[in-house]
């Protein structure tokens, strides 16, 4: 039997994503399969480096759009968990953490 080699962490795909986020978002989302993005007022460059880092992270993802949201979102992340399942909520005019 032979021993295998361990599978090296993500890495930042690109600018877009910054190194705090990056981290934030790899460290929140441990343990999670799947995820549904909710995407507040984002550009589709940003939307497919969230994407490509959460299959890189092996969580499946469906994603959405949302135009408005009461209470608007105050943090650049907003999770919500159920079991191995997130919903996150991504607004990238916001601070990372409110």
Do not use: C, K, N, W
């Not at 962490?9 to 989302?29: E, K, M, N, W």
């Not at 993802?61 to 997130?86: D, K, L, M, N, Y």
């Amino acid at each position: 039997m032979q021993a295998q080699a361990p599978v090296p962490a993500p890495q930042p795909v690109s600018s877009l994503i910054d190194d705090a986020s990056f981290r934030h978002l790899t460290h929140t989302l441990r343990g999670v399969h799947s995820a549904r993005l909710r995407f507040y007022g984002t550009d589709s460059a940003y939307e497919d480096e969230i994407i490509a880092l959460l299959l890189a992270l092996e969580i499946s993802v469906e994603s959405e759009h949302i135009t408005r949201i009461a209470p608007p979102p105050r943090q650049r992340f907003s999770f919500q968990f159920q079991g191995r399942h997130a919903t996150l909520t991504v607004a990238p005019g916001l601070p990372l953490r409110g």
